[in-house]
């Protein structure tokens, strides 16, 4: 880390927390393309879910574009965040499963930022207990868009959400990353629910099954290790790890 950005990170450090959540906020577009353009293809009105809230930065987007919005996160003390942060939203503290019960959620050591990558596959940093729930059993209606990225644990997160998504077949922006699991089990998953994806590369949408997304995350696995402030003051490379899946008619 070069001078300049270890003084950032001790001044976000030394931040607020909630003003760190309303600058993460303002900010994360510059590395979330998807989010930069939500406009375009989040439906407006209904429900949308925001599964892994971190700082806010789509429930944010959300209730901009005049989603009912619900919030799960399963770190309690960004959670806690959010419900301060979104008087009129739904927020469940937990982690979105494909059971009810709990499950040890690990914390990763760093920074501010650093929350992003919290857990419960991967095994390091400090445990924490936190409650598991299933979207199914949120009893949400009308549910038009969904955002999943939970380090690892989509495909369960998905499997909670089966009746749902059946019913409603809403859009679904889910994070694949293949330094967290077997992308193909997501994708196959979603592709027997009658859905397809694309992914945002270079200003436009390509078709999941023309695009190699293990090949493209393994070239780029560098930009990924830069860590999010760094990546935040420079951005570097496009990484793409979203995938948008639609219903097939």
């Excluded at 375009?40 to 209904?46: C, I, L, M, S």
């Excluded at 945002?200 to 860590?227: I, K, M, N, S, Y």
Aim: hydrophobic share 50%; aromatic share 6%; charged share 25%.
């Amino acid at each position: 880390m070069t001078p300049g950005v270890a003084l950032r990170s001790a001044v976000a450090g030394a931040m607020p927390l909630r003003w760190f959540g309303a600058l993460i906020r303002a900010v994360y577009p510059r590395l979330d393309a998807e989010l930069a353009r939500a406009a375009e293809f989040v439906p407006r009105g209904g429900t949308a879910v925001d599964v892994g809230v971190w700082y806010g930065p789509w429930t944010a987007a959300l209730r901009r574009l005049g989603c009912s919005v619900v919030a799960v996160e399963a770190n309690p003390r960004l959670a806690a965040l959010a419900a301060a942060a979104f008087p009129d939203v739904r927020v469940v503290s937990a982690a979105a499963s494909d059971a009810s019960g709990t499950a040890r959620l690990w914390l990763p050591p760093g920074g501010r930022g650093a929350e992003a990558t919290a857990s419960l596959v991967h095994e390091a940093g400090e445990p924490v207990e936190v409650r598991t729930v299933t979207i199914d059993e949120l009893g949400l209606s009308d549910v038009r868009f969904m955002k999943v990225d939970v380090e690892g644990h989509e495909l369960a997160a998905l499997r909670g959400a089966e009746r749902t998504v059946r019913r409603d077949r809403p859009l679904l922006l889910v994070e694949l990353e293949t330094r967290h699991q077997d992308i193909a089990l997501v994708i196959d998953l979603l592709a027997g629910w009658g859905y397809s994806g694309s992914v945002l590369t270079e200003g436009r949408w390509v078709p999941l099954e023309r695009f190699d997304l293990a090949a493209h995350q393994a070239e780029r696995a560098a930009e990924v290790a830069r860590g999010f402030i760094p990546r935040l003051l420079r951005p570097g490379e496009e990484y793409v790890n979203m995938v948008l899946f639609r219903p097939r008619p």
